[in-house]
């Protein structure tokens, strides 16, 4: 094993923020695809969400990293039928993963198809179901693009994530093996068409590594996206299986990809990227959603930051403490506070309606660059009039600054 070094909680900070993304300089002008393919291929994926209170999920983490952008651009890219620079499927969570990623996601789609898949209810329906299965493919192939309603099954589920009715889950199922995929999503809801009339024939040709290679590749993204991380923090990227993922590990250390190192602070030994840079200082200041890769995992981001973090959609109102849907708002190396923010498109108006601070914080700077954030923001969303609500203790100064 390579020799051990250490790292200062700062250092760790700021080479994972500078890893993500963080740190560039924004501008007014709507940033071009180029730009967002940049930050695509930085972050590998962008994990997709139903939750649309202020908006889609996977909008915001290029948002926190360049401004103001074009998501139509990203959507001509990643939703639409053609041209397509990225994929969907089960990465960490649902997800839109860059196109060039599709060979080492095979391996996951072949054990789904094995029964060795991510969800046991998928499993138990692929095996008492194949023949409907089979009645599925045969449609979606003759039909072409395909919505759970265009099915002949017309039952209904019983609502929630998994209250599915038979053809969705059979059309899930079907994703996860990687025998459909994505076509479109209209309303955020997914069509479905076999890989061969989605995913460029240049990108399905591509040989397919094995397993392990596969999986020690994905370790090395983990790594290039995080910056420094523990064991936990580089599978979890990809959601990757415990004994697969310490195997590539050991392998990634063997080969110089990964370097043990330990970290003020922290229990778990890290491991440092050999790609990871340390600036000497991290300048930034950026709203992010609770699904961006800089605060998805809860655990990281205490250790990392010393900021606790739970996202509270699904407490009860008498018992949320923050608010409903609340961004962590990253000022320099640190969040500095919390926003619990809504799109009310029919009033054209973002609405703050709580603000909280941090411990420790300077409550007129922390209020003076989240106004320019949440300015920003709105311009963003076409969203000309801004509403600061009274709750919260930052919300004072964010008023008096707006």
């Known amino acids: 094993m390579a020799r051990s070094s250490s790292l200062t909680a700062s250092q760790a ?27 695509l291929k930085r972050l590998h994926l962008l994990q997709i969400d139903s939750v649309n209170v202020l908006t889609r999920s996977h909008y915001l983490p290029l948002f926190s990293r360049l401004g103001n952008y074009d998501r139509a ?11 397509r620079a990225a994929f969907e499927c089960w990465a960490h969570e ?3 993963v860059r196109m060039e990623l599709h060979p080492l996601m095979r391996w996951r789609m072949a054990r789904a198809q094995n029964g060795d898949g991510i969800y046991r209810s998928m499993r138990d329906f692929a095996h008492a179901e194949k023949a409907y299965l089979k009645n599925v493919m045969k449609f979606v192939s003759t039909h072409g693009v395909t919505a759970q309603s265009d099915l002949p099954d017309k039952s209904k589920g019983e609502g929630g994530w998994w209250g599915w009715s038979k053809g969705k889950l059979a059309l899930e199922t079907l994703f996860a093996q990687g025998l459909l995929t994505t076509a479109k999503r209209e309303s955020f809801e ?3 068409d076999l890989p061969e009339r989605v995913i460029p024939t240049e990108v399905l040709n591509l040989p397919t590594p094995s397993a392990r290679d596969s999986i020690l590749q994905l370790m090395d993204l983990s790594g290039q996206a995080l910056g420094v991380a523990t064991a936990f923090d580089l599978r979890d990227y990809f959601r990757l299986p415990v004994a697969d993922a310490k195997q590539a590990l050991e392998d990634a250390v063997e080969e110089g990809i990964l370097k043990p190192v330990t970290v003020e602070g922290w229990k778990p030994r890290a491991y440092l990227h050999c790609a990871a840079k340390i600036p000497k ?14 605060c998805w995992d809860r655990d990281r981001t205490e250790r990392l930051f010393n900021f606790h973090y739970r996202i509270e959609l699904y407490t ?11 961004l ?8 500095a506070g919390r926003v619990c923010l809504k799109a009310d ?11 909280h601070h941090e411990e420790f914080v300077n409550c007129e700077e922390v209020a003076a660059n989240l106004s320019i954030e949440i300015k920003a923001m709105a311009n963003w969303l076409n969203l000309p009039n801004i509403k600061i609500g009274n709750s919260g203790n930052l919300a004072p100064y964010l008023k008096k600054t707006l």
């Open 345 to 355: 498109r029919e009033n054209s108006t973002l609405l703050a309606n709580a603000i």
């Open 13 to 39: 900070r700021r080479i994972a923020l500078a890893a993500q993304g963080f740190g560039q300089i924004k501008t007014a002008k709507a940033s071009n695809w180029a730009a967002q393919q940049k930050e």
């Open 281 to 294: 200082k991290i300048e930034t200041a950026a709203l992010v959603t609770p699904f961006d890769p800089i």
């Open 73 to 83: 651009a990203l959507d001509k890219r990643t939703l639409n039928h053609t041209h």
């Open 190 to 192: 997914r069509f479905y």
């Open 94 to 96: 649902a997800s839109l």
């Open 328 to 335: 962590p708002f990253l000022q320099e190396e640190s969040f």
């Open 316 to 326: 009860p109102q008498p018992k949320r403490k923050f608010g409903y849907y609340v």
